[in-house]
């Protein structure tokens, strides 16, 4: 694989941004979660945030949820455009 197949040269000066983030002790998550934005991810949901349950957008957490149950967000998922990247992580709600 040659090294311009997967990433552009914007995105790898976001990921150094990232790493320059991480060296000035900015907290992990927020740089990560930064990161993801500016590579053109987008958030899907907040954790805390209650929502009807969807299992092709929700990782039900304790298992036994049922579509269209209330579910309540532990970890946000991941969309890049339209494509889910990962589901957002949920409990009962």
Not at 5 to 27: C, H, V
Not at 34 to 45: H, I, M, R
Not at 50 to 61: A, Y
Not at 65 to 81: C, K, N, Q, R, V
């Amino acid at each position: 694989m040659k090294h311009d197949e997967n990433i552009t040269k914007e995105g790898a000066q976001i990921i150094a941004l990232a790493f320059e983030m991480l060296y000035r002790d900015l907290p992990a998550k927020d740089v990560l979660t930064a990161t993801a934005k500016n590579l053109g991810l987008t958030q899907l949901g907040k954790k805390g945030e209650t929502v009807v349950f969807v299992p092709r957008n929700h990782q039900d957490l304790d298992g036994g949820m049922l579509p269209g149950d209330s579910a309540m967000i532990e970890e946000p998922g991941w969309l890049f455009g339209k494509d889910l990247i990962a589901r957002a992580k949920v409990r009962k709600g």
